[in-house]
């Protein structure tokens, strides 16, 4: 598998496990970046590779007065100062062609939301910025039509191209992750990444907003790893009962660094 690379960190060929985590939106500056810095020092602690992940705008809500975040603006700014702050990578979402030249002067790696995926001019947009492009699977597809994607991107040329699973509709409001699922997208040669409390979530499932079963994450997350995914995606808060956005499906902090030491013993187990 090839590598890829993101500010100095490289990912993928067989190296060992990355992560992505924060919260799931900017709620306040100085909560947003406490959470950072808390993250990385468990990631270092435990020698991790880490990259910050905070959406500047939630714009795939269940309901219209849902918190959004502080809109692309004003959260590019505090993303850039976290990413000085903290010395690390940054990944954000971008759902519009017209939000990726901003966000490509800022983020690391430009994510495309998974209700996204099939929107070329999105897809080829941010892969032709030459930025690392991480590509979430849409609830609505199977595996293999991801390489699809992938080949979307790579007519512009650019290689620093990552997926990632964070599940499949199953039913009403309920999201099941097929483990079959990495390697599969494995195979296309690019890192496969688990978003392991998206894929824990029940969509509208609050009927304004999302639920979910963040007890069920550790389980997921020790499969996903015994699988061989690359990396993994995790939305960590101080308090998720407090959380403006996706607060059921994310990980207490404290939870955080017991849940990492064991999936970096599984990866090592499993990469051998």
Avoid at 133 to 144: D, I, Y
Avoid at 172 to 183: A, E, K, T
Wanted: hydrophobic content about 40%; charged content about 25%; overall charge negative.
């Amino acid at each position: 598998m090839r590598t890829v690379q993101i500010k100095d960190i490289t990912v993928g060929g067989g190296k060992g496990l990355f992560v992505l985590a924060g919260p799931c939106v900017i709620e306040d500056y100085d909560r947003t970046l406490a959470i950072g810095k808390r993250a990385k020092e468990i990631c270092e602690r435990l020698g991790v590779p880490y990259i910050f992940k905070a959406s500047f705008d939630k714009a795939n809500r269940s309901s219209f007065s849902s918190f959004r975040g502080p809109g692309l603006e004003e959260g590019l700014k505090m993303l850039a100062s976290i990413k000085k702050e903290l010395n690390v990578p940054v990944v954000s979402d971008i759902h519009s062609i017209e939000q990726i030249e901003p966000a490509a002067e800022v983020l690391d790696i430009l994510q495309i939301p998974a209700f996204l995926c099939r929107q070329t001019d999105l897809v080829y947009g941010a892969a032709k910025t030459g930025k690392c492009v991480n590509v979430k699977k849409g609830q609505f597809m199977a595996p293999k039509d991801m390489e699809n994607v992938l080949n979307k991107m790579k007519e512009t040329g650019n290689e620093n191209l990552m997926l990632t699973e964070r599940g499949f509709s199953f039913g009403y409001n309920n999201l099941v992750v097929d483990m079959r699922s990495f390697p599969i997208m494995r195979s296309f040669d690019y890192p496969v990444i688990f978003d392991a409390t998206h894929s824990v979530q029940l969509p509208g499932g609050a009927g304004t907003k999302s639920s979910g079963n963040r007890e069920f994450v550790p389980n997921l997350a020790r499969a996903a790893v015994a699988s061989g995914v690359d990396g993994l995606f995790f939305e960590v808060h101080d308090n998720p009962e407090e959380a403006l956005s996706d607060g059921p499906n994310m990980l207490y902090l404290d939870q955080f660094e017991d849940v990492l030491r064991d999936l970096v013993a599984i990866d090592k187990i499993v990469k051998g």
